[in-house]
DNA sequence: GATTGGCACTCCACGATGCCGAGTGCCAAC
DNA sequence: GTTGGCACTCGGCATCGTGGAGTGCCAATC
C-alpha cells in the first residue's frame, strides 16, 4: 500500500483513527471538529470521511453512526501517519533498573519482559524465554539425590538448563558419578543430540545411559522452545470493553493453554525485521481476526533467541506499543550479549550504549 | 455448625443446592417437584423452604424468585450432605499415566497438576511447585559460559535447581572452577544459607564470592517458595456466566500477578488436613468472598512440599472438585516420596500402593 | 470546482409501559 | 402436619416512542 490520500485526508484518518482509539465510539464529522479545529465545515469532513470509506479505510456501523476505522485504515495510520517515537526516557531508565535487579538469573528475565510489555502497553503480552534452536552441548553434573536415584542437570550452549531424573538399576557413589561427568564432558561438548545419541550407541551400560538421557534433554529443550511462552496482563484484556464482554477474551485465552498460540504466531514473524505489527484480518489465523500483534525478535545470530510482543484490540494504541516491545527487545537482546558475546564486540556495543 | 436438620430438610437442601449447581437459576418449590418426587406438595416443600430461609441456609434475590443457597447453605451440604466420592477409576488412570510421562521432570511436575485440576474441575487451578521452607544445599557447579563470566548452578536438598550469572574481575579457566566445586562441595553440603554466608566471610576472594552468591540463591529459593504459582484454566473463569460478564473476573486474575494471592490463601490453609474447603465469605480477603476455594497440600515432612488447589464460583461442583485435589495431591507426595525416601520407606509405599 | 449551510432521513440508545410466568406467603380445610 | 387455593410480587422480555447523533444530497456561494 502506498500513500495515496491527500494532505487532508491523511489528517481527517489520522484523526478519526485516534479519536476512536481515545474513546472507542465510532466518530462523527461534528463531534471530530469540535475537538479539532481543521478549518472547514463538517460538509467537507463528510465528503472526504465518504472518500476515505470509498476507499476502505474507514466504515460504518450503520448508517446512522459515525466512522470506524478499518483493519486497512490502521494499517494505513501504521505505516504512514505514526509519529516514530521511542520510549519516555524516564521509563526507558525505570525498566533498565528492573533488569539489573534479575541480571543474574536468566530464567527471570522473559518473566520480568512479559509484565513489563504489559503494564506499557496495558495489553497481554507474549514472552518466549531465550532458546537456542538448534541446542548444543555445553555441560552436565550428576548428582546423587539417593540411592539409585540421580540427578541429571545440562547445561547447553546457549545457557538452557534442565534437569531430569535417572532412576538407576544399582547403587553408585557420587565419587564415580563426578569421575563419570569429568570423563564424559569434554567428549560431547558443542554436540547436539543426534551426535551424542551416535556416541551412546558404542559407549558402555552407564555412560551409555546417561548419554541418551543427555540426548533425550536436548532434544526435548529444542521442542519446547517452540511451545514455551510466558503470558502477563490478563486482566488488561478482560478491561478491554469490547473484548470483556464477548466470548472474545475466553478465545483468546483458550489459545494461550499449553503455547498454541505460538504455532500460530510464529510462521508469520520474519525474524530480525525489528518490529512487525499485523493488525486483524492481516494475521493468518482465523482466531486472531479480532486483535492487533505487536512483535519483534530478540537475541541474535544462533545464539540464545526469542520472540516478545502484544496482543491487543484492533483498537489499540499502537504507538505506544511498538516503541514499547521494540525496546524490550532491545534490552533483551542487551543481555544476551552480554553473557554470550566475545570481549571485542562486547566493547564496541558498549560504546554504543553510552 | 452441627447437623441440626431434619431429614427431609437435609433433603430438600441437598436437591436444591444440587439442582441450583446444575442449572444456575434460583430454585423454586415447584420446579424441584418436578424433578424430583419428594411424596410431598409443593406447600410443604414451601414451608420447609421458609423455614431453611429462616436459619440461613437459603436466601431469595427477591420475593418472586425460588431459593438459592447461601454459603451457610453450602457449608452444610459439603459437610453433612455430599456423597464422599472419590474420582472414578478411568480418570484415576488418565492422571497416573500423564504423570509418568513426565516423571523424570520434576519442573514440569506442578504444571501438569495445574493443567490436569483446571480440566478436570473446569475451574481456575492454582499449584505451587514443590519447596522447602529451609532450603539446605546439596551441590554445586560452577560453569564457565565465557571468559569472565560464569554460571552458578546450585541443587538444595529438596532438589530445587537454580542457576545465576556470576561476573568475575579476572579469568579463570574451567579446570580451576572445577577445582573450586570439588573443595567447596563437601564444605557446604545440607547447610543452610545463613551458616554458608558465615563460612564465606573467613573464605579467600573467589570462594568468598561463590559461597555468598550460594547464600543469596538460597535466601531467594525460600522466598520464591512463597510467590511462585502456577495458574491453568483461566479460560475456564470467564465461561462462568456469573463471573465472566461482571468485573469479578478481572479481580480475580489481577489477585494472580506475581502470587498475590498465596499471601491471601496460605494464612488460612491448615496444613496436613486433607482437602479443605473455603466458601465465600468464610476466606479472610473479601476480594475472594464471591468464590469457593479448594486446597490441599502436597508432599511431607520438611523434605519438598507445596499446595494446590482450584477456585471457582461458590456454585461449583464441589464433589468433583475435592476428589479431584485429593486425588492429584496425593499423587503429587507420591511422586515426591519415590524420589526423597529412604529405601525402606519406599518399600512400604510400594506395598500400599498395591 | 471546492466548499458550505440546510434539510430530510436513518438508526441506535434509552426509558416507559405492559404482560407473562414463576414463585411466594398465607389461610382455611382436611 | 399437610394440602389446595388464591392473591400478590417481581424480574424478564417485548413493544413502543422519543431524542440525539450522524449521514447524504443538493443548491447556493466563494
New binding site residues.
Partial sequence: MQPQLSRRQSTILKLIVQEYIRTGR??????LLERYDLG?????V??E??EL?EQQFLA?P??????VPTDRGYRYYVEYLLDDTSLPVPEQITIRHQFRQVEAQVESWAKLAAAVLADLSGNLSLVTPPRSSVERMRHFELISLRSRVVLLITVTQAGTVREVILPLTEEIGQEQLSALSQRLNPLIRDLTHEQIRRLAEGAGDLPGLVLHQIADVLRLAEQEAQSEVIAEGLDYVLQQPELGHGALAQRLLELLRGGAILSVLIPQLKTGEGVQVIIGTENRAAELHPFAVVLASYGARGHAAGFLGIIGPTRMRYGRSISTVRYVSQVMTDLLRDIYETDDEERSHHERGR
Avoid: F, L, N, Y
Fill in positions: 465510532a466518530v462523527g464529522s461534528k463531534s472547514v465545515s463538517p460538509a467537507t463528510r465528503s470521511m465518504g470509506e460504518h450503520h448508517t446512522s453512526a459515525g466512522r
